[in-house]
């Protein structure tokens, strides 16, 4: 359990409250991969500007279960925002990418989702 993400800081916020971390959890599951897919995809057609809203909407949720990409994904977001043309980003978002597929698989396994 926690191998690949933290609850630390998920658990703080539900102050005890074990069906709000199950919540939340679940909120990482149908949000999360989601994204993750839609980031993906912008990526691979160059879509500056869906890569940036994909990423700047998962960087709360990554930091919140402290998956450790939390600079590679800001990477991400900042080569859609600024539209950085001339610069490769494939290893950022293959970092995020496997972070994010490896944590979904962990929460589900820990949660029983």
Same mark, same amino acid.
């Given at each position: &359990?926690?191998?690949?993400?933290?609850?630390?800081?998920?658990?703080?916020?539900?102050?005890?409250?074990?069906d709000?971390? &199950?919540?939340i959890?679940?909120?990482?599951?149908e949000?999360?991969?989601?994204?993750?897919?839609?980031?993906?995809?912008?990526?691979?057609?160059?879509?500056?500007?869906?890569?940036?809203?994909?990423?700047?909407? &998962?960087?709360?949720?990554?930091?919140?279960?402290?998956?450790g990409?939390?600079?590679?994904?800001?990477?991400v977001?900042?080569?859609?925002?600024?539209?950085? +043309?001339?610069?490769?980003?494939? +290893?950022?978002?293959?970092?995020?990418l496997?972070?994010?597929? +490896?944590?979904?698989?962990?929460? +589900?396994?820990?949660?029983?989702?």
């Amino acid at each position: &359990m926690e191998e690949n993400y933290k609850l630390y800081r998920v658990r703080e916020l539900a102050d005890g409250d074990e069906d709000f971390v &199950m919540a939340i959890a679940a909120a990482f599951l149908e949000e999360v991969p989601e994204d993750a897919a839609r980031l993906k995809k912008a990526v691979a057609e160059a879509d500056y500007y869906t890569t940036y809203q994909a990423a700047h909407k &998962m960087k709360p949720t990554i930091d919140l279960f402290e998956l450790g990409v939390l600079e590679d994904l800001i990477t991400v977001q900042d080569w859609g925002k600024l539209e950085k +043309k001339n610069e490769d980003i494939s +290893k950022e978002l293959k970092t995020v990418l496997k972070a994010i597929e +490896k944590t979904a698989a962990e929460i +589900k396994k820990d949660f029983n989702l």
